[in-house]
């Protein structure tokens, strides 16, 4: 939930999913890139 969360937010500030975006939302979550996988696969 927290990533979802993040993820969300992070477009306040950045409306694409670019580097800028990642870096912000890696930032706040660390561990996103798992998290996402982890989203995808179900």
Known sequence: LEYII??????????????RFYNIVEKYCPNYKQIQ?????N
Do not use: I, Q
Request: hydrophobic fraction near 25%.
């Open 37 to 41: 996988r982890k989203l995808n696969s």
């Open 6 to 19: 993040v993820h969300e937010l992070t477009h306040l500030v950045e409306k694409n999913h670019n580097k």
